[in-house]
């Protein structure tokens, strides 16, 4: 467990509790100063099967998670925990996201990429953008958490209602479109391709949002 030092009142709610999961430990550390205060304990794991192990005995308000790992990776984990019936928001993490891996985490509710390097706001920011939605929310975190909670048509809607959608909204709904209407036993060679191109726009820190 890792608290950064600081002199802020601990308020009298509970802390957010994260878990951090990679193989690389300078990152991990990286991730806990980033992200650990009064008001945030971060754990860390260095492989899918420590995660899981944690989870087992601690609930986590969110999880920082790496696609490739030895022993588990990312997919692994993911798969073992909707499994279980959890719905832990999860961040997946990575230098290099294939689109297999995208579909399959797209589909159980993981719609929040961060490409590595990441920096220090982006890390702040997601986690901020994924519990925390404005008190009137603006329509692509609306149908982003739509979509975490598997309610595709909603997201779609919510994306086809904009009179003047983003890059990055534009291309989150022509994958959702199509991974909606896929056949679920099949991979379509062409939503690979869409998924391929447009992972750079889908993350978080996309270098264009507009």
Known sequence: MFRSPD???????????????DDEPTLRLSFSYTLASS??????AAN???ALE???????????????MPELDGIGVIAALRAAGNPIPI???????LPDAAL???RHGVVDFLLKPVRP????????????????PLPLPLALQAARDGRFDEAIQIFKSQATPSRQAMHWLMVLKAIRDADPDTELAHTEQMIRTSLSILAFNAPTLA
């Open 121 to 136: 706001v982006d890390l702040r920011q997601v986690i901020e953008f994924v519990l925390n939605p404005e008190p009137r």
């Open 39 to 44: 008001t945030t304990v971060v754990e860390t």
């Open 91 to 97: 961040i997946l993490c990575s230098a290099a996201l």
């Open 54 to 68: 944690k989870i087992a005995t601690t609930r986590y308000d969110i999880m920082i998670l790496d696609l490739r």
């Open 7 to 21: 002199n802020r009142k601990t308020p009298d709610h509970d802390p957010l509790k994260v878990l951090v999961v």
């Open 104 to 106: 399959f985490a797209i």
């Open 48 to 50: 899918g099967r420590e």
